[in-house]
């Protein structure tokens, strides 16, 4: 009788399992992203519902493209108060996604910012901050910072320090602990390896390190500075004449060495009158250090094509009235 009951229950295996998914799906639609999010958690595989909770976690299961950037907050206990005010935990939830999610998937959060994780690359894919002269102030010390693995990442697919280790690159951040001196615990969270690429130590420690002080100097004119930074992988010619996207890759869990970098600002215009949106590009090399920022001035499309990734649809649910600001002389990204 056992063995029948065994052969019956391999038989309906298939069955039961698509009933299973179906039944999840249904219920989520069904009954929303409360009701519906929590009971397709409840009949999640158990390693799944120890993954630590996420943004994603408040917006609706499906469909992704209904969720709306307004919807998407920084965790916290009440609502933020406007340009000025402090961004820490006290402060209520920030709409860092005022502006919309460049993409969706592998959503980490922290206290001053919010990034999309690549588990194939090792790197993250956007980090999105959002400066005032406030979060730019404090006495957090650098110093007191290490770099440190991402505990939210498969061992699989993190990054570690060994991996850096006599590779000649530098541990770049994509959110600048300097952004985030208001608290050390937050100053801390930009040593997350998720917030970390290799990055050339010429770049890093001067061409790159200027625009990151410029990003910083703007709050003094704008309310508040929302600001997207990433890598790219851009293809070059080859002797055969095609074009290939080639990188090397670092340490034992091949950490992949980007070809350029993006970084993206949305500056909020005083008086409601709207944002100013530059869009820059860099390659992971050394540049001369005298070479002014604006030479790497790029239209958005060019960012948006190169890195897979949406802005401009993002910013016109919140605001029709866009400024943007780029180099004449550089309609396309070049490797410089």
């Known amino acids: 009788m056992c063995d029948v009951i065994r052969a019956r229950l391999k038989q309906l295996a298939p069955v039961l399992s698509v009933n299973m998914s179906l039944l999840r799906t ?24 120890l993954i630590p909770d996420s943004l994603l976690s408040m917006c609706p299961v499906l469909p992704v493209p209904s969720v709306q950037a307004a919807e998407l907050k920084v965790p916290g206990s009440g609502p933020w108060s406007g340009p000025g005010s402090s961004p820490g935990p006290g402060s209520g939830p920030v709409a860092l996604m005022k502006y919309g999610f460049p993409s969706l998937s592998h959503i980490k959060t922290r206290q001053s910012y919010v990034a999309a994780y690549d588990p194939r690359t090792r790197l993250p894919l956007w980090v999105l901050e959002r400066l005032d002269s406030t979060c730019i102030s404090g006495q957090s010390d650098r110093s007191k910072s290490q770099f440190r693995e991402d505990p939210s990442v498969h061992e699989f697919h993190r990054a570690t320090n ?28 930009t040593f997350l390896l998720t917030n970390i690429v290799p990055q050339d130590p010429d770049l890093n420690q001067r061409v790159w390190n200027r625009l990151e002080q410029m990003c910083r100097s703007l709050t003094k004119r704008h309310g508040s500075v929302f600001v997207v930074t990433g890598p790219l992988f851009l293809p070059r010619p080859q002797p055969d004449g095609r074009l290939y996207v080639t990188y090397p890759v670092l340490g034992h869990n091949h950490v992949a060495v980007p070809t350029h970098f993006f970084k993206v600002l ?71």
């Open 266 to 336: 949305i500056l909020e215009l005083p008086d409601g009158q709207g944002v100013e949106l530059r869009s820059y590009v860099m390659p992971n090399r050394p540049i001369p250090e005298q070479t002014p920022l604006e030479h790497f001035l790029v239209p958005i499309e060019t960012v948006e094509r190169a890195s897979g990734l949406l802005f401009v649809q993002n910013i016109q649910r919140a605001t029709k009235s866009i400024r943007t600001v780029h180099h004449q002389n550089l309609p396309q990204i070049k490797d410089h």
């Open 162 to 189: 060994a991996d850096f280790r006599g590779s000649g690159f530098d541990r770049g951040h994509m959110a600048a602990a300097a952004n985030h001196k208001w608290s050390q615990s937050a100053m801390d969270d």
């Open 26 to 49: 249904g219920l989520t639609l069904a009954l929303g992203a409360g009701v519906g999010a929590g009971l397709s958690a409840l009949l999640r595989p158990t390693e799944e519902r």
